[in-house]
């Protein structure tokens, strides 16, 4: 059963017990008005001096005390007070953030199907509310439906999850007749839901409504702090509010870290200590030995009148009274400044990086920024730099490159990793007094590589449009219509204008086409597609059209292709397929995906192609592009028409096994495909990432490659990003799957990589030449395995010995599992660098998190320690600031 109650439009039962949900107030501050003092205080005080301070200041109301009360609680309370009133500032800065939020307005509805304006905070559970285009969610609503006809809507969920591309949202059928405000007079329903968890992608739960129960799913729910966009208006219910809602139960308190000169100065503090206790106690034991010898003969201090602080009766209790005053006179061995100039220091050096003008991106108008600074001089012991791949050291940004249509191979441009590559054997070849710079700088265009392939490597590439650097002229301006398999182009050309999910915007000032898509593949697909001459421009509920260029003989046609079905791309899948039918009334099935899944469903006729597009594909990857394989199949009318009664069966049906039977049944239709081609998209490097590296790694850091990508991919990568230099020596670690039961292929997997990291180690170990350089290669399966408690060493070891290390097809809890290991294993200072929310963890498991403001929202940013806007001011981070912040911190201590 499900234990949440959600009453739809009438939100005065949640606000009484039983059911009393929170209101929709967030407050992210450490302390409001009542905790502030007991907590900032306990704060300052789990400072080993300032506790000391504070015992000598009260020891000072006492009459041992050798002067006045005041000179001893002043310098306290000043430097408690400073700490006190910067902690305060930051809460406030906070306090005025939440309240904007708060204050936000959103149109509720009051009754008799009418709205009216709230604010977020006054939202309750149950409520009814409409968001416009462009606008936040201000809780978690239930989509009842929206402006489109079929109630579908999409959300852009930068804020939770660093993705810009957007999700398809879609309504229950039952509630589409909710679409003007007045349908909302007598509307009422019950949820029955999950209680409030911090899982983005799942949501459990039906609606009761009509006494019918309909079950609910992910794709109708809403989540707060992501963005309605391309659609007028939605409808929705609130099923969570404030600190209910999955944004909220996501975000974790960040951990706090603490400098290594901050846990020195603790130990040092800890030594003074010990000797002031010490010259105390001698000076105490000097004194009552004096007072019981000589005190008696002194005449003048008229012993017979003394009191009980130099009674010569009992020299014991006078000498511990005298240890009291000897540890406030000496107390000044304990610099009761040093914390205060620190802090001042730090904030000062905080400053300078933010206001580094050698760190300051043109093209975003973006700063670095220190966002704690009480880790600045840990810049500069950085040991190992842990890093993400995709935005953080290539631009997320795609490039259609080059494509594979019939066996033919299309594309001239080079990649960079390819333009890497030449340089290398170029500076290898020629001889090695010319430093590597003349030969990528020299007049030359053109670099003869083995095949008597030759491309150009010139300052001289003409300005391309965003999306598409592709260079062809077999099929540029119509060109391939004259190719000898046309009606196989024209089928590429086709699949690559439908088979999407994403949505034309027109630009009012210009009148030119952007599209939303949910990757950045796709929208350079769909850049390609309108450059060869397949402009897609419109999309209804039911069709897409395509302005045609050169397929009749009467220039441009439009044309209309009525979309049947959908099956959507996930990660499971890694495919999605369009169903359409066409003008001439065929029903065509086109599918694009990951190259192993579409060659594991072709028919015996589809293979035509295969050996070829799989050399290509080869090649692609090696190239360090990104590719997908495109197919179409041919659908009978009867088929069809029986396939699609049980997907919509699956469709509608209640129950956990949703999910399986859509997948069952699209496997059904989703096979005997034809082969048509590939594509092959570039993520380019982001400027300055490999000049960076290599001065990174002369300066003796260590630099690890955590990404997502598979092996090849990654592999080519390194090479481009000088990760990997020609001459090192390559471990890579993989598992090969067995045919044996799953539990003994576990084991067997599990032995296999122990052989392989032993016998890499005697590799290492064995060799004889000083500078040999290895680099490490693992993927994500082996990774599992590595990191084992049984094993996470023997792995540490091997790869502490590598120059370089990349880990492929990582997740992000693995990233964050590698990143302790690294920290835990060596005991050095590490530093993780990382744009997505992916990389979250990762961020905050390092000794130094470093977010990267760049395309993937902000979520890394929020998590980091240090904000950069690119890569290569790292170099400038770690040698420059951090050398100075830590040499200054040290000597000024």
Same mark, same amino acid.
Request: net charge negative.
């Given at each position: 059963?499900?234990?949440?109650?959600?009453?739809?439009?009438?939100?005065?039962?949640?606000?009484?017990?039983?059911?009393?949900?929170?209101?929709?107030?967030?407050?992210?501050?450490?302390?409001?008005?009542?905790?502030?003092?007991?907590?900032?205080?306990?704060?300052?005080?789990?400072?080993?001096?300032?506790?000391?301070?504070?015992?000598?200041?009260?020891?000072?109301?006492?009459?041992?005390?050798?002067?006045?009360?005041?000179?001893?609680?002043?310098?306290?309370?000043?430097?408690?007070?400073?700490?006190?009133?910067?902690?305060?500032?930051?809460?406030?800065?906070?306090?005025?953030?939440?309240?904007?939020?708060?204050?936000?307005?959103?149109?509720?509805?009051?009754?008799?199907?009418?709205?009216?304006?709230?604010?977020?905070?006054?939202?309750?559970?149950?409520?009814?509310?409409?968001?416009?285009?462009?606008?936040?969610?201000?809780?978690?609503?239930?989509?009842?439906?929206?402006?489109?006809?079929?109630?579908?809507?999409?959300?852009?969920?930068?804020?939770?999850?660093?993705?810009?591309?957007?999700?398809?949202?879609?309504?229950?059928?039952?509630?589409?007749?909710?679409?003007?405000?007045?349908?909302?007079?007598?509307?009422?329903?019950?949820?029955?839901?999950?209680?409030?968890?911090?899982?983005?992608?799942?949501?459990?739960?039906?609606?009761?409504?009509?006494?019918?129960?309909?079950?609910?799913?992910?794709?109708?729910?809403?989540?707060?702090?992501?963005?309605?966009?391309?659609?007028?208006?939605?409808?929705?219910?609130?099923?969570?509010?404030?600190?209910?809602?999955?944004?909220?139960?996501?975000?974790?308190?960040?951990?706090?870290?603490?400098?290594?000169?901050?846990?020195?100065?603790?130990?040092?503090?800890?030594?003074?200590?010990?000797?002031?206790?010490?010259?105390?106690?001698?000076?105490?034991?000097?004194?009552?030995?004096?007072?019981?010898?000589?005190?008696?003969?002194?005449?003048?201090?008229?012993?017979?009148?003394?009191?009980?602080?130099?009674?010569?009766?009992?020299?014991?209790?006078?000498?511990?009274?005298?240890?009291?005053?000897?540890?406030?006179?000496?107390?000044?061995?304990?610099?009761?400044?040093?914390?205060?100039?620190?802090?001042?220091?730090?904030?000062?050096?905080?400053?300078?990086?933010?206001?580094?003008?050698?760190?300051?991106?043109?093209?975003?108008?973006?700063?670095?920024?220190?966002?704690?600074?009480?880790?600045?001089?840990?810049?500069?012991?950085?040991?190992?730099?842990?890093?993400?791949?995709?935005?953080?050291?290539?631009?997320?940004?795609?490039?259609?490159?080059?494509?594979?249509?019939?066996?033919?191979?299309?594309?001239?441009?080079?990649?960079?990793?390819?333009?890497?590559?030449?340089?290398?054997?170029?500076?290898?070849?020629?001889?090695?007094?010319?430093?590597?710079?003349?030969?990528?700088?020299?007049?030359?265009?053109?670099?003869?590589?083995?095949?008597?392939?030759?491309?150009?490597?010139?300052?001289?590439?003409?300005?391309?449009?965003?999306?598409?650097?592709?260079?062809? @002229? /077999? +099929?540029?301006?119509?060109?391939?219509?004259? !190719? $000898?398999?046309?009606?196989?182009? %024209?089928?590429?050309?086709?699949?690559?204008?439908?088979?999407?999910?994403?949505?034309?915007?027109?630009?009012?000032?210009?009148?030119?086409?952007?599209?939303?898509?949910?990757?950045?593949?796709?929208?350079?697909?769909?850049?390609?597609?309108?450059?060869?001459?397949?402009?897609?421009?419109?999309?209804?509920?039911?069709?897409?059209?395509?302005?045609?260029?050169?397929?009749?003989?009467?220039?441009?046609?439009?044309?209309?292709?009525?979309?049947?079905?959908?099956?959507?791309?996930?990660?499971?899948?890694?495919?999605?397929?369009?169903?359409?039918?066409?003008?001439?009334?065929?029903?065509?099935?086109?599918?694009?995906?990951?190259?192993?899944?579409?060659? @594991? /469903? +072709?028919?015996?006729?589809?293979?035509?192609? !295969? $050996?070829?597009?799989?050399?290509? %594909?080869?090649?692609?990857?090696?190239?360090?592009?990104?590719?997908?394989?495109?197919?179409?199949?041919?659908?009978?009318?009867?088929?069809?028409?029986?396939?699609?009664?049980?997907?919509?069966?699956?469709?509608?049906?209640?129950?956990?096994?949703?999910?399986?039977?859509?997948?069952?049944?699209?496997?059904?239709?989703?096979?005997?495909?034809?082969?048509?081609?590939?594509?092959?998209?570039?993520?380019?490097?982001?400027?300055?990432?490999?000049?960076?590296?290599?001065?990174?790694?002369?300066?003796?850091?260590?630099?690890?490659?955590?990404?997502?990508?598979?092996?090849?991919?990654?592999?080519?990568?390194?090479?481009?990003?000088?990760?990997?230099?020609?001459?090192?020596?390559?471990?890579?670690?993989?598992?090969?799957?067995?045919?044996?039961?799953?539990?003994?292929?576990?084991?067997?997997?599990?032995?296999?990589?122990?052989?392989?990291?032993?016998?890499?180690?005697?590799?290492?170990?064995?060799?004889?030449?000083?500078?040999?350089?290895?680099?490490?290669?693992?993927?994500?399966?082996?990774?599992?395995?590595?990191?084992?408690?049984?094993?996470?060493?023997?792995?540490?070891?091997?790869?502490?010995?590598?120059?370089?290390?990349?880990?492929?097809?990582?997740?992000?809890?693995?990233?964050?599992?590698?990143?302790?290991?690294?920290?835990?294993?060596?005991?050095?200072?590490?530093?993780?660098?990382?744009?997505?929310?992916?990389?979250?963890?990762?961020?905050?498991?390092?000794?130094?998190?470093?977010?990267?403001?760049?395309?993937?929202?902000?979520?890394?940013?929020?998590?980091?320690?240090?904000?950069?806007?690119?890569?290569?001011?790292?170099?400038?981070?770690?040698?420059?600031?951090?050398?100075?912040?830590?040499?200054?911190?040290?000597?000024?201590?």
């Amino acid at each position: 059963g499900f234990s949440r109650i959600v009453h739809c439009n009438n939100s005065i039962l949640h606000r009484r017990k039983p059911l009393k949900y929170p209101t929709n107030y967030i407050s992210t501050t450490k302390y409001n008005v009542l905790t502030f003092l007991p907590k900032a205080i306990f704060e300052q005080f789990r400072r080993v001096a300032n506790l000391y301070f504070l015992l000598t200041a009260i020891l000072s109301l006492t009459p041992v005390c050798p002067f006045s009360p005041v000179s001893m609680i002043a310098p306290l309370a000043f430097v408690v007070g400073l700490s006190m009133i910067k902690e305060a500032l930051e809460d406030w800065r906070r306090f005025m953030q939440d309240m904007k939020v708060n204050n936000r307005k959103v149109s509720v509805h009051k009754g008799d199907g009418e709205f009216e304006f709230r604010h977020w905070e006054d939202l309750c559970v149950g409520d009814v509310v409409k968001v416009e285009k462009d606008q936040f969610f201000p809780a978690d609503l239930l989509l009842l439906s929206s402006s489109y006809e079929d109630g579908i809507c999409y959300v852009e969920t930068m804020n939770l999850d660093g993705e810009t591309n957007l999700k398809l949202k879609r309504s229950l059928e039952v509630t589409l007749p909710l679409e003007e405000d007045e349908t909302f007079k007598d509307f009422r329903g019950v949820i029955r839901c999950e209680d409030p968890n911090a899982s983005l992608y799942t949501f459990i739960g039906n609606l009761d409504y009509e006494r019918q129960v309909y079950a609910l799913d992910p794709s109708q729910i809403l989540l707060r702090d992501s963005k309605l966009r391309n659609t007028a208006f939605i409808y929705g219910v609130v099923i969570f509010t404030g600190h209910d809602s999955k944004v909220m139960q996501n975000s974790t308190e960040s951990p706090s870290k603490r400098s290594r000169i901050e846990k020195k100065m603790d130990l040092i503090i800890y030594i003074l200590f010990t000797v002031l206790v010490l010259i105390s106690l001698i000076s105490s034991i000097g004194f009552a030995v004096r007072i019981k010898l000589d005190l008696p003969r002194w005449w003048y201090l008229q012993p017979q009148n003394s009191n009980k602080l130099d009674d010569p009766t009992r020299p014991a209790l006078s000498g511990i009274f005298h240890l009291i005053t000897a540890l406030i006179l000496y107390g000044y061995l304990i610099p009761i400044s040093l914390y205060v100039s620190i802090e001042v220091v730090k904030v000062a050096q905080a400053h300078f990086i933010n206001q580094d003008i050698h760190m300051f991106d043109e093209e975003t108008g973006n700063t670095a920024q220190a966002r704690t600074s009480n880790l600045n001089e840990e810049l500069g012991q950085v040991h190992t730099i842990l890093s993400d791949k995709t935005g953080t050291l290539t631009c997320n940004q795609m490039d259609f490159l080059k494509c594979s249509i019939a066996g033919v191979s299309y594309g001239v441009r080079a990649s960079e990793v390819e333009r890497a590559a030449a340089k290398q054997m170029a500076s290898g070849a020629a001889d090695q007094d010319i430093p590597v710079q003349d030969v990528w700088e020299s007049n030359e265009d053109e670099i003869q590589l083995v095949e008597g392939v030759t491309f150009s490597v010139g300052k001289t590439q003409k300005s391309s449009i965003k999306g598409f650097s592709f260079e062809d @002229d /077999r +099929l540029m301006q119509g060109h391939w219509t004259n !190719e $000898p398999n046309s009606n196989m182009l %024209l089928m590429f050309f086709r699949i690559l204008a439908i088979c999407h999910t994403a949505i034309p915007e027109v630009n009012e000032a210009t009148g030119a086409l952007t599209y939303e898509a949910e990757s950045p593949d796709e929208g350079a697909f769909l850049v390609a597609a309108r450059e060869f001459g397949f402009e897609f421009f419109k999309r209804t509920q039911a069709s897409v059209f395509i302005k045609e260029k050169y397929t009749s003989s009467n220039g441009t046609t439009e044309r209309e292709f009525k979309i049947l079905n959908l099956l959507e791309f996930n990660s499971k899948r890694k495919r999605m397929t369009v169903i359409m039918r066409d003008e001439d009334n065929r029903i065509v099935l086109l599918c694009k995906g990951a190259d192993t899944i579409i060659f @594991d /469903r +072709l028919a015996k006729n589809g293979r035509l192609y !295969e $050996p070829d597009t799989t050399k290509h %594909l080869n090649e692609y990857g090696e190239a360090g592009l990104r590719t997908l394989a495109l197919s179409y199949r041919m659908l009978e009318e009867s088929e069809y028409e029986s396939w699609n009664a049980e997907f919509l069966k699956a469709k509608t049906s209640i129950g956990p096994d949703r999910e399986l039977q859509l997948e069952r049944v699209a496997d059904l239709i989703e096979k005997e495909l034809i082969l048509v081609g590939a594509t092959a998209v570039e993520d380019k490097l982001q400027t300055g990432v490999p000049q960076c590296i290599d001065r990174l790694a002369q300066a003796g850091l260590k630099i690890w490659v955590l990404t997502g990508d598979k092996m090849e991919t990654a592999i080519n990568i390194g090479y481009a990003c000088s990760l990997l230099r020609q001459g090192m020596k390559q471990i890579s670690l993989s598992t090969t799957a067995g045919d044996q039961v799953a539990q003994d292929a576990q084991k067997a997997a599990k032995e296999s990589l122990m052989l392989q990291i032993a016998n890499a180690s005697q590799m290492v170990k064995l060799e004889k030449d000083p500078d040999a350089a290895f680099a490490l290669v693992i993927d994500g399966k082996a990774l599992t395995f590595a990191l084992e408690d049984d094993m996470k060493n023997m792995f540490l070891n091997l790869a502490v010995e590598c120059a370089s290390v990349i880990c492929c097809r990582v997740s992000p809890r693995q990233k964050a599992l590698v990143t302790r290991l690294v920290k835990e294993g060596l005991g050095k200072t590490t530093l993780a660098v990382g744009d997505g929310a992916n990389d979250v963890g990762m961020i905050q498991e390092a000794d130094i998190g470093v977010g990267i403001s760049g395309v993937e929202g902000m979520q890394a940013v929020m998590a980091s320690d240090f904000s950069i806007s690119q890569f290569r001011f790292l170099e400038r981070l770690l040698v420059v600031h951090g050398h100075w912040c830590y040499k200054r911190i040290a000597q000024m201590v």
